[in-house]
């Protein structure tokens, strides 16, 4: 059973940091899925981060990339999402996912969000101007 839990939401200004942790355990990095999602109120579901653990390859939303990374913690177990230049707009709260759905050819960036059946409690990141 997979286990995901996420922390390091908070308030900031535009313009600065926040690092989002999760904690995964009994995922299994050789044939799985993981990534960041984000939902603001009155918005859809919007997924900022793909990482596909076979080539270690993160792809992010149009709306994040050069502002946001992801990164693994050395034990592997923990990952990260590095949030910078934050903007009002970045408010949401933001999910850790996971899928054990198996595939090739980087399968994890096209992967429908249905398949992402494993969710973290969420934490609250927001943005003020």
């Known amino acids: 059973q997979v286990q995901l839990v996420e922390s390091g939401g908070g308030s900031v200004q535009a313009g600065g940091s926040l690092r989002l942790s999760c904690a995964a355990s009994g995922f299994t990095y050789s044939s799985g899925c993981l990534a960041w999602f984000r939902r603001a109120p009155g918005e859809e579901r919007e997924r900022v981060a793909t990482f596909y653990p076979r080539d270690g390859n993160t792809r992010y939303a149009d709306s994040v990339e050069g502002r946001f990374t992801f990164s693994q913690g050395d034990a592997k177990n923990t990952v990260y999402l590095q949030m910078n230049s934050l903007k009002p707009e970045d408010t949401a709260m933001y999910y850790c996912?996971?899928?054990?759905?198996?595939?090739?050819?980087?399968?994890?960036?096209?992967?429908?969000?249905?398949?992402?059946?494993?969710w973290g409690q969420g934490t609250q990141v927001t943005v003020s101007s």
């Open positions: 996912a996971a899928a054990t759905v198996g595939g090739s050819g980087g399968y994890c960036y096209t992967l429908g969000a249905h398949w992402y059946i494993y």
